[in-house]
């Protein structure tokens, strides 16, 4: 598959995505049985005394008196043109609401991933290979991965904000007062990349071309880093990709719980005021963000390993190739020397 038909599928997917995402969205938020007029005006869930004249000229202006399915394609029209539209509690177009709570959320992601990453190459490099060291590890990632982020950030607050007092508990706007957050986020996803790698980092072990480097005199620890994680890296981007999205979903959790700016904040603020176009506009960053996230690991693919590379430039095998193929049918070798 050639490099510009990869790039126009993940387009084509990534526009399909969207339009999904989007629709999904919009309807579900029309299954909720609340007038949008009374959270416009401020209202609610509340059940105050609105004259039916303002109601009237409530959804007039915003074309709620228009069928849904009307509603839907003119909402739609402007997303193409890039209208998020306007907040109903806020009366501000929602484009820079996002922009202004987007900084404490990419900060957030941004730590916890790298925590993340550096957690599970760490956990994966030491305990690929040894049987007790893999049972240990496998039994703490178990119990990382199926602790809800609520209950860890709680558990975390208490030990090292309460009992310790080495770190704040809430937003404060330095540096300390992300760690906690960070750290809530991180131990569960790097629970289940640590899982993903060392089952990769254990098969790559058991190659032919490990025993080659071990016959050259390779430590354990050496082989591991330079010739089996990059055979792993494929399963173990995979794995990182599809963890950041449930990480965008566990940062609307830890913002509530440690009282920091940002877009989940945003997010739950904006479900209980019943501020519709917010709640769209959070669902399709969140979307986009997804999809870029992954369209960079796709494309990285390449990069890491170099049999995905050679898989895009070889259409039809040559005679020479067929003939080498012939002499050695694993492939390993050679793809190892080419590495």
Known sequence: MSTVWRVLRRLGVSLITLWGAATLTFFALRLVPVDPAFAILGAGQQQV???PE???VVRQEYH???PLIVQYFLYLGRLLRGDLGM???QEQPVAPLLAAQAGPTIALALAAIVLAVVISLAGGVLTAGRRLPSWISSGVELVLASTPVFWLGFVLMLVFAVWLRALPILDSGDLRSLVLPALTLALPTAALLLQVLRQSLDDALEQPFILSARARGLGSLAVTVRHALRHAAVPYLTMLGFSFGAL???AAITETL???PGLGRLLVDSVASQDIPVVIG???VGTAVFILVNTLVDLSYALVDPRVRDADRVIAPSKDDAAAAASDP????RTEATA
């Open 282 to 284: 959070v669902v399709l």
């Open 64 to 66: 709620l008196d228009e």
């Open 87 to 89: 907040s109903y509690v």
């Open 49 to 51: 005394d609105i004259s």
């Open 248 to 250: 965008l979903g566990g």
């Open 54 to 56: 303002v109601l009237a």
């Open 330 to 333: 694993t492939g390993a070798d």
């Open 258 to 260: 440690f009282s920091r």
